[in-house]
T-cell receptor, first 113, second 115 residues
Framework: EDQVTQSPEALRLQEGESSSLNCSYT??????LFWYRQDPGKGPEFLFT???AGEEKEKERLKATLTKKESFLHITAPKPEDSATYLC??????????????FGKGTKLTVNP | DSGVTQTPKHLITATGQRVTLRCSPR?????VYWYQQSLDQGLQFLIQ???????AKGNILERFSAQQFPDLHSELNLSSLELGDSALYFC??????????????FGPGTRLTVT
């Protein structure tokens, strides 16, 4: 079964302390991998799309990378406002032949000042 | 602000009841997606409509149904509600008729509490 697994479940960092979040997937024939940010009680906000191994995308303090089996979201010198849950998602084809996004359960990031 | 609107923000109802959640997509977006988010299951895809037609189905219960109207707004109907249906329900929209681009824009959600 297609799966998306994110680790760690939760991560606490001090302001300025860089780290990485992991998203591993077992989807065959990857058609893209997507990162979203979700603040408590709000809808997910689109961050990045990665389509092929070796691809990298950057936005402010965030950089997403993709290999054949996993993706990393690197956070450089984080600030308290980067605190959120980060979700990754991959599109999969259902048994009925349609398509859907499968989301991981997310990594809850807390950045302390 | 993603441009996707959802009403109501909060809904409290009793078991066995029926509710309707409403979503207006971003201007120009033809696709509408519905998701359910609970603490234990995470974000689960329910159903997608594209320009008024059902395009993809996910883990949507038979007690749930949806439709997209000519003005492209969508409604999600939940009936015979059970305690386990308590969750956040999100609507998302995108221009294309496939989730492959991943650039779905999510609304603020409706928090449903079934008592």
């Amino acid at each position: 079964e297609d799966q998306v697994t994110q680790s760690p479940e939760a991560l606490r960092l001090q302001e300025g302390e860089s780290s990485s979040l992991n998203c591993s997937y077992t989807v065959s024939g990857l058609r893209g991998l997507f990162w979203y940010r979700q603040d408590p009680g709000k809808g997910p906000e689109f961050l990045f799309t990665l389509y092929s191994a070796g691809e990298e995308k950057e936005k402010e303090r965030l950089k997403a990378t993709l290999t054949k089996k996993e993706s990393f979201l690197h956070i450089t010198a984080p600030k308290p406002e980067d605190s959120a849950t980060y979700l990754c998602a991959v599109p999969v084809i259902t048994q009925g032949g349609s398509e859907k996004l499968v989301f991981g359960k997310g990594t809850k990031l807390t950045v302390n000042p | 602000d993603s441009g996707v609107t959802q009403t109501p923000k909060h809904l409290i109802t009793a078991t066995g009841q029926r509710v309707t959640l409403r979503c207006s997509p971003r201007s120009g977006d033809l696709s509408v997606y519905w998701y359910q988010q609970s603490l234990d299951q995470g974000l689960q895809f329910l159903i997608q409509y594209y320009n008024g037609e059902e395009r993809a189905k996910g883990n949507i219960l038979e007690r749930f149904s949806a439709q997209q109207f000519p003005d492209l707004h969508s409604e999600l109907n939940l009936s015979s509600l059970e305690l386990g249906d308590s969750a956040l329900y999100f609507c998302a929209s995108s221009v294309v008729d496939s989730p492959w681009t991943g650039e779905q824009y999510f609304g603020p959600g409706t928090r449903l509490t079934v008592t």
